[in-house]
């Protein structure tokens, strides 16, 4: 399955149209301060009047699946009021014109655009949140016809760590203890979505999207080895234990028990709830990390490591550890380091400890420094270069017995990319944000030839035919 992928806030628009009403996002992005250069989404691509012109560059794209997300507050504006039709028509208005383009849609419910009334209410660190993302799954399922397949929650590591414990995201939150809350209720909202669809429509898959992640010690030292095992545990383990498990790390719980309420909010019943079987799971990645023990700055230096302050990184005191760079890497314009070898790695890992089911990479890409040339084109050969790495990559793991099943590009289109507003670019086509005008960059022409071959052209030659 070969696809993109976008999400709600990032491209609609539209924020006050048709019965919508605010999201977290809406009320972080318009507080001074949050966002680069004050930057907002609401008109971002303006996906929500133009969708029938992006639905075109997906049919001229080639893609099998689209992935995209749908907007809570679309749907329930009150949250426990009736479900609101003009919401609902808009959607079924996209999945109609995917199916009459033979693309296959691949809705998100949840992709971080909490309504703002359930946040006034304690919003993901509270249990009430779980039930009402139960009910909005619920109506969502039954209002919309021609979804064969659909995920629950885009990258809830996100939504709890960025969101909750680090005030990077909505609602900009500083409270570890409540994004560890978070974590579990986001986890028990995903286990009741699912029970609830399979009460409704027992013939549709289900899955749940994790970024999950590799991080590698910086040396053998016992006590870099001991923070990138924590690391591991906030990042992978406290999400894919539960998941197919049925319990939490207990180093993670503990680790936790100082910064209440933590994993005390866990009632009877939650893990049987969270671990009810998925038929796939999704897999955000975009590189891999290096940590090293609290306070280990001289040592990483002597390693060869750069140490510094990287203000596009969150803390991470979470993890008792310090993180740092490797030099020389080549990184993206967001200053992730690039190293594709790892996604063959988790994926690997994922197959041999936890679960074979039907795997797809569900984002992955790269921001670059694009723009567009004298005579109108939009040449990203590092984006190129990136993904073939990866596709390479994916190819390994599956020679490795990886079920892998589909990949997507994170994203179709250039877009509102969080606290960094606008000024990031991860799209394979350019967005003019004063006109809304669509340029296809070399990258979305390359990735159309690797779909209609199923295969990837020689690098030299695909690098060379964007010049």
Not at 117 to 135: H, I, M, N, Q, V
Not at 264 to 283: H, K, N, R
Not at 329 to 355: C, F, G, N, S
Not at 431 to 445: E, L, M, N, Q, V
Request: glycine share 10%; hydrophobic share 40%; proline share 6%.
């Amino acid at each position: 399955m070969w696809g993109t992928a976008t999400a709600a806030y990032q491209i609609e628009g539209a924020v006050a149209e048709d019965g919508r009403t605010p999201s977290i996002w809406d009320t972080f992005s318009h507080h001074s301060g949050r966002v680069v250069n004050g930057d907002t989404g609401d008109v971002a691509c303006d996906h929500y009047h133009r969708y029938e012109e992006d639905l075109d560059l997906l049919a001229d794209l080639g893609v099998t699946a689209y992935r995209f997300s749908i907007a809570w507050p679309r749907i329930h504006p009150d949250v426990t009021g009736p479900a609101n039709e003009a919401g609902l028509d808009f959607y079924k208005r996209l999945i109609a014109g995917l199916h009459e383009r033979n693309i296959t849609p691949l809705p998100t419910m949840y992709h971080w655009d909490l309504p703002q009334s359930l946040e006034d209410k304690g919003g993901w660190a509270t249990r009430e949140t779980s039930f009402r993302f139960a009910d909005y799954a619920a109506t969502v399922l039954e209002r919309l016809e021609g979804i064969e397949k659909w995920t629950t929650f885009n990258e809830p590591w996100t939504s709890a760590w960025l969101g909750y414990a680090y005030g990077h995201h909505a609602p900009g939150r500083e409270d570890i203890g409540a994004a560890a809350a978070a974590t579990h209720h986001l986890l028990l909202a995903h286990g009741l979505g699912v029970e609830a669809a399979r009460s409704l429509v027992p013939e549709v898959e289900i899955g749940l999207t994790l970024n999950l992640g590799v991080l590698r010690s910086g040396t053998n030292e016992q006590v870099d080895l001991d923070a990138t095992w924590r690391g591991d545990g906030n990042q992978n383990r406290i999400w894919l234990d539960p998941l197919f498990r049925g319990s939490y790390p207990e180093d993670m719980v503990k680790l936790y028990e100082a910064h209440p309420p933590g994993f005390s909010v866990v009632q009877e019943g939650d893990l049987a709830t969270i671990s009810s079987p998925i038929d796939f799971l999704g897999v955000n990645f975009y590189g891999p990390g290096t940590i090293m023990g609290e306070g280990r700055e001289l040592e990483a230096r002597m390693a060869g490591y750069n140490v510094g302050p990287r203000p596009e990184a969150p803390p991470v005191n979470h993890l008792a550890g310090l993180g740092v760079e490797t030099p020389g890497r080549p990184k993206t314009a967001m200053e992730w380091e690039i190293d594709a070898t790892a996604l063959r790695e988790l994926l690997v890992r994922i197959k041999d400890e936890y679960t074979t089911i039907p795997l797809y990479i569900t984002e992955n890409g790269a921001a670059f420094n694009d723009y567009v040339a004298v005579d109108g084109k939009v040449r990203d050969p590092q984006r190129i270069q990136y993904l073939d790495e990866h596709l390479e990559a994916c190819l390994g793991a599956i020679d490795d017995g990886v079920n892998l099943q589909g990949y997507f590009i994170w994203s179709l289109l250039d877009n509102f990319e969080w606290g960094f507003g606008y000024s990031r670019r991860f799209g394979i086509v350019w967005i003019d944000y004063d006109t809304g005008r669509r340029i296809p960059k070399s990258t979305f022409h390359w990735y159309s030839g690797v779909i209609a071959n199923n295969a990837l052209p020689p690098l030299d030659e695909a690098i060379a035919a964007t010049r």
